[in-house]
């Protein structure tokens, strides 16, 4: 089973700043098995980007990148509505599994 | 617009069965893999399970010996089963569609989920 650790824990960032979160696989996987989601209090989990394509509506501003075990989320201008946990989910041998998560926090 | 609806009841008594369902509307139930994920207090995402329209499931290894999983197509339903729950298996519980591209599979949509208490 494939073990998903996302760091840091959380991240402060100011509005128009970059915010660079990072998800770590206990193997190597392949980019395109890597996805990224943002949660917000009492919604439902976001598709943000699966391998380094971004979902229907989701803004420029946000890119995925890496490869074997260690996968980056960048939000390249951060807006206060970025305010968010966001997990990194991996597909292997027919089962999934999220990262714990890393909390945003604008400044 | 596929949209996905939880439903079910609120609160399980410790040792019952959590039984969930999830409404499918605006799209077909038949070309995709469906699933379930919870989310425990203060903790984060939990796959639970999977299954398509054939009835062919997949479940966390962690949960296997509790979870059951079915389909019906032609009400555009599906649904969850988890026996003999204790407190642990209290969380807010998500239905999602399972989109495949590039040798990989995710999920592109998600119900608003439903808060299920385990309590006497």
């Known amino acids: 089973e494939i073990v998903l650790t996302q760091s840091p824990g959380t991240l402060s960032v100011s509005p128009g700043e970059r915010a660079t979160l990072s998800c770590r696989a206990s193997e190597s996987i392949r980019r395109s098995y890597l996805s990224w989601y943002q949660h917000k209090p009492g919604q439902a989990p976001r598709l943000l980007i699966h391998?380094?394509s971004r979902a229907t509506g989701i803004p420029d501003r946000f890119s995925a990148s890496g490869s074997g075990t260690d996968f980056t989320l960048s939000i390249s201008r951060v807006e206060p509505e970025d305010s968010a946990v966001y997990y990194c989910q991996q597909y292997g041998g027919s089962l999934y599994s999220f990262g714990p998560g890393t909390k945003v926090e604008i400044k | 617009q596929v949209q996905l609806q939880e439903s079910g009841p609120g609160l399980v008594k410790p040792s019952e069965t959590l039984s969930l369902t999830c409404t499918v509307s605006g799209g077909s139930i038949g070309t995709y893999y469906w699933s379930w994920i919870r989310q425990a207090p203060g903790k984060g995402l939990e796959w639970i399970a999977h299954i398509y329209k054939s009835g062919t499931t997949n479940y966390n290894p962690a949960l296997k010996s509790r979870v059951s999983m079915s389909v019906d197509t032609s009400k555009s339903q599906f649904s969850l089963n988890l026996r003999s729950v204790t407190a642990a298996d209290t969380g807010v519980y998500y239905c999602?569609?399972?989109?495949?591209?590039?040798?990989?599979?995710?999920?592109?949509?998600w119900g608003r989920g439903a808060l299920v208490t385990v309590s006497s």
């Open positions: 999602a569609r399972i989109e495949y591209s590039d040798l990989s599979y995710f999920f592109d949509v």
């Open positions: 391998g380094t």
